[in-house]
């Protein structure tokens, strides 16, 4: 099998696995590499509570400016939003915060989902995958100049 990887323009990759070639972004491109190491050595990365993970986050994003935080929710998966929400749902400060810079139609559906998708709660996978996606595009918005903390 004939693989290659190579990166087209910043943060855009391009894979070829023979015949077929899948255009990745960074993060996709991340998360291929992460699984790839999960499934080739289990145990080889370290794990990190994913509590802890949406609690770093949420104290970050506690700071981002309106129209930063309103790009992040406008741009984002919205099952990421659901998911870090939901995790982080013991912190009113930052769900008052997301909830400001919403719409109303947005927060209604948001505090639904949060309400019946995952009453259960978040599987921990999906949590850490969630916030390392968000985490990843506040990133990518503070870069462009569009998200800005506070402190």
């Known amino acids: ?27 996709q491109m991340k998360k291929l590499l992460m699984e790839a190491v999960k499934a080739l050595m289990p145990g080889a990365l370290p794990t990190v509570d994913p509590k802890q993970l949406a609690k770093t986050l949420s104290e970050k994003l506690k700071r981002a400016n309106p129209p930063g935080l309103q790009k992040l929710i406008m741009t984002a998966e919205e099952d990421d939003v659901l998911k870090f929400l939901k995790g982080s749902e013991d912190d009113t400060r930052l769900l008052d915060w997301f909830f400001q810079n919403m719409s109303n139609r947005k927060q209604t559906m948001y505090k639904e989902d949060m309400e019946f998708k995952f009453h259960d709660g978040v599987p921990d996978d999906d949590l850490t995958d969630a916030v390392n996606n968000l985490s990843d595009l506040a990133n990518s918005l503070k870069n462009d100049g569009i998200m800005e903390f506070d402190g």
């Open 1 to 27: 099998m004939k693989i290659s990887v190579n990166q087209t323009k910043k943060g855009v990759f391009s894979v070829t696995l023979d015949d077929t070639v899948l255009t990745l972004d960074q993060v």
